[in-house]
């Protein structure tokens, strides 16, 4: 067969799938992968997560605003009802903690997919299960120390349950989460401070039932809120920003 | 407090909604104008336009910052200059821009790009200081990621330089992650046409990085 085209090679640079014609001659051209590659390194630089059309949105805090204000002599203020603020967790973590900045150097070949795999797995997914019932069972379930339901956020309609209890090796945190299916990314939970400025990881929720150790030491009175998010599988180890349910513990 | 209630709030954009999309409408009263409106009266310099803007489409800002960035003082800075370049660069948005949020979208981009390329120098230069401490050879295992951090910068640069609807067709492939038919359906423009200016994009881009990127050089 001849060689690709300069159009399919261009495609083939943006990861896009050949037809089996065109995709059988590059496994076996050098010259045409070698064209691929050089089209390619454009590709990678700029068809990355970071690079990628909004996804969620996640609402500045308010000092973004004073400080564009300050620099541009605006006096004219947002609406705060407008631009919602404080609302989302991710604004709490110190950004010398994120991971964020070993993102875009991997290649991935459809960086910006697995965005919409999320949201869609947000917005159609279905819901399993039903109702919240009791979440630690067995005979070490322990004492119940504090316990609330996690509300939905969104539409997603993602809900469930989350008991501390106190068992011989510690406290755990026992969570029930209903929610979707998720294509790509998975569910972590996390305990906030009631302001949402600060907050420690728990762990990787599944759906259904998950006990998780917590940390010794850690005041519940001072980190109330169970926060349970949607996290990609990016490794950035901060949260993503998109919570999904919450509650408020009550002892 | 109730579970929940006031606290996480969060909209799923929609994909894509760089492009235009309309914002949910929790980021507009009814009597305020139509996203044209704010576009017109924000390159007019009316200041109300600003704050509108900033109503409507921070938060999709800040969150392309927080998933470059993480949250903290690096997506701030980015959503902060972002809206800052925007208002003091507004002469250079006109009508043939697009959506006004698609334009503020690009200059994200270019402050998510700068930002990286400012902590990659002072990574180096930090580097630098650690390698004569330890009296190693300079640079070592940091070439490739400083090369395409710079890239990054150029190429956004050229993509600028580029007419219509070049500029938003290739956008679409490398932001949005179309393919060529996904392009050709939301764009109406043909197939064929599409999959000609994805070429002719792509080889200048190549020729913009051998006549001055960084990754080429040996």
């Known amino acids: ?251 | 407090m109730s579970a929940g209630a006031g606290l996480g709030l969060r909209s799923v954009a929609p994909y894509g909604s760089g492009m235009g999309t309309e914002p949910t409408p929790l980021h507009r009263a009814p009597s305020d104008p139509d996203d044209a409106e704010v576009a017109r009266r924000f390159s007019a310099g009316d200041e109300q336009a600003l704050a509108w803007a900033y109503e409507r489409w921070a938060g999709q800002v800040h969150g392309m910052a927080v998933r470059a960035f993480g949250p903290g003082p690096d997506a701030e800075d980015v959503t902060q200059q972002t809206f800052i370049a925007a208002w003091t660069g507004r002469a250079g948005y006109a009508a043939g821009q697009g959506p006004l949020p698609g334009w503020l979208v690009g200059i994200c981009r270019h402050k998510i790009a700068d930002t990286w390329a400012r902590r990659d120098r002072q990574r180096r230069s930090a580097d630098a200081a650690a390698d004569d401490a330890r009296s190693r050879p300079p640079g070592s295992g940091s070439v490739e990621v400083d090369s395409v951090v710079a890239d990054r910068v150029l190429l956004l640069g050229e993509l600028n330089r580029l007419g219509q609807p070049q500029r938003s067709i290739i956008e679409l492939a490398f932001f949005d992650d179309l393919t060529h038919a996904q392009i050709s359906a939301r764009t109406g423009i043909p197939l064929g046409t599409v999959k000609s200016h994805i070429r002719r994009t792509l080889e200048r881009l190549r020729n913009r990085l051998e006549a001055d990127g960084a990754a080429l050089q040996p």
């Open chain 1, 1 to 251: 067969m001849p060689h690709c085209s300069p159009e399919q090679l261009a495609l083939a640079a943006l990861h896009e799938e050949l037809p089996a014609d065109d995709a059988a001659h590059l496994a076996a051209c050098a010259q045409c992968r070698e064209e691929v590659a050089s089209l390619q390194r454009a590709v990678d630089a700029l068809a990355v997560p970071s690079m990628a059309a909004p996804g969620p949105a996640v609402p500045p805090p308010a000092r973004v605003w004073d400080a564009i204000a300050a620099a541009t002599g605006a006096t004219t203020a947002p609406r705060p009802e407008f631009v919602p603020a404080e609302a989302v967790p991710a604004e709490a973590v110190p950004a010398e903690d994120s991971g964020a900045d070993v993102v875009p150097f991997r290649r991935r070949a459809r960086p910006a997919r697995r965005w919409l795999t999320v949201a869609a797995a947000l917005l159609v997914g279905g819901v399993v299960g039903a109702g919240a019932v009791a979440v630690v069972r067995g005979q070490d379930e322990g004492a119940l120390v504090a316990q609330t339901a996690l509300a939905p956020l969104d539409d997603d309609g993602s809900a469930g349950r989350a008991e501390v209890r106190e068992q011989a090796t510690g406290r755990v945190l026992a969570v029930d989460l209903d929610a979707p299916e998720l294509d790509d990314g998975y569910y972590e939970v996390w305990l906030l401070q009631s302001d949402a400025q600060r907050m420690v990881q728990v762990g990787v929720v599944q759906r259904g039932a998950t006990v998780l150790p917590l940390p010794d030491g850690i005041d519940l009175g001072a980190y109330p809120l169970v926060d349970v998010s949607v996290e990609p599988l990016d490794g950035v180890p901060t949260h993503s920003g998109v919570s999904v349910a919450r509650g408020e513990l009550e002892t």
